[in-house]
């Protein structure tokens, strides 16, 4: 599956999932049941049918079937369904979405998949608190279509539940490193939809001497700053005593990021405080992006070292 001719001009709030679905069979009454899940297309790399599979001798997790060679890559397999605690039925053959983001590949074992939608942001619902609950918090959003909901998958938060050395964490090194460095108050606003992520990068944040204020989406953050720009004119005082720093991630209900990073470049007040992305879907396929609505820097995940370093030269630069 080629993503040459489906991605999308950035800053358009708009995004591309492909549709996937898992049958599952109720093991009392041997009746199928049809649930529709999403994914970005920016993070699948092609659709296959079921490979030849080398089981692993100590899996990480019963839903890690083995691996599989592609084109010399051996790439790791998880079985959907067993991750979700279903029961996938055998009556036609799987397919298996190859992923990948954080510079790594993974594959995911469905019963299907449909077809790519173009949404808006706008149509992606946050997951209400009994689906995170029931779904370990697997999913990021939820799209209603007429006849069905569709839950976009969280494969972040499943790859690094698997192998907890690929989520974020910090060196030794870099924990020492950390501390405030005087008085002056450097105020940043971080933007993630992720509970768990955004509380990560505000303590580290916090701990290198910033106040920070947080958004769950792209939507509350613009409208946040709306409000600080609207009180930096009425007070005839800079931006920058308001807020230094914006730290975003780019897969947000509502708003995302690439958005609200155009429309504070758009914005002759808001468009000289650095801007950062800091998400899964920078890489070099995709860096580009970042750069046609004026990032200042972007950052994947999980390189939260690199993160904290390019805002302290950001924050420099611009006090020069």
Request: proline content about 6%; overall charge negative.
């Given at each position: 599956m080629s993503q040459t001719n489906i991605l999308l001009e950035s800053g358009t709030n708009e995004l591309e999932i492909v549709e996937f679905y898992i049958d599952e069979v109720d093991v009392d009454e041997d009746k199928p049941y049809r649930g529709y899940f999403g994914v970005n297309v920016a993070k699948v790399l092609e659709i296959i049918r079921m490979p030849r599979v080398t089981e692993m001798?100590?899996?990480?997790?019963?839903?890690?079937?083995?691996?599989?060679?592609?084109?010399?890559?051996?790439?790791?397999?998880?079985?959907?369904?067993?991750?979700?605690g279903k029961h996938m039925s055998s009556k036609h053959p799987p397919k298996v979405i190859v992923s990948e983001f954080n510079r790594v590949t993974n594959a995911f074992l469905v019963s299907g998949v449909t077809r790519i939608h173009r949404l808006s942001w706008e149509q992606v619902e946050p997951p209400n608190s009994y689906v995170a609950s029931v779904s370990s918090n697997s999913f990021t959003g939820v799209v209603k279509f007429e006849?069905?909901?569709?839950?976009?998958?969280?494969?972040?938060?499943?790859?690094?539940?698997?192998n907890p050395n690929l989520a974020m964490h910090m060196?030794?090194?870099?924990?020492?490193?950390?501390?405030?460095?005087?008085?002056?108050?450097?105020r940043a606003i971080v933007v993630d939809d992720s509970n768990s992520i955004r509380k990560m990068i505000v303590n580290v944040l916090e701990r290198d001497g910033y106040e920070v204020m947080q958004d769950?989406?792209?939507?509350?953050?613009?409208?946040?700053?709306?409000?600080?720009?609207?009180?930096?004119?009425?007070?005839?005082?800079?931006?920058?005593?308001?807020?230094?720093?914006?730290v975003s991630d780019i897969e947000m209900p509502s708003m995302d990021g690439h958005n609200l990073c155009k429309r504070c470049k758009d914005d002759p007040v808001l468009k000289n405080v650095p801007f950062i992305l800091?998400?899964?879907?920078?890489?070099?396929?995709?860096?580009?992006?970042?750069?046609?609505?004026?990032?200042?820097?972007?950052?994947?995940?999980?390189?939260?070292?690199t993160l904290t370093q390019k805002a302290k030269q950001l924050i420099e630069q611009m006090a020069r």
């Open positions: 001798p100590n899996p990480p997790h019963p839903s890690v079937v083995g691996t599989f060679n592609l084109r010399s890559r051996v790439i790791p397999l998880i079985d959907l369904s067993v991750w979700l006849d069905r909901i569709l839950l976009l998958l969280d494969m972040e938060q499943i790859i690094w539940d698997l060196s030794p090194e870099d924990e020492a490193r950390l501390g405030g460095e005087g008085d002056n108050v450097t769950i989406n792209g939507q509350f953050a613009w409208n946040r700053l709306l409000d600080l720009k609207r009180r930096s004119i009425e007070e005839k005082r800079s931006i920058f005593d308001f807020v230094k720093l914006i800091f998400s899964s879907l920078i890489n070099e396929r995709l860096f580009h992006k970042g750069e046609s609505v004026g990032a200042d820097a972007q950052v994947t995940k999980p390189e939260i070292a």
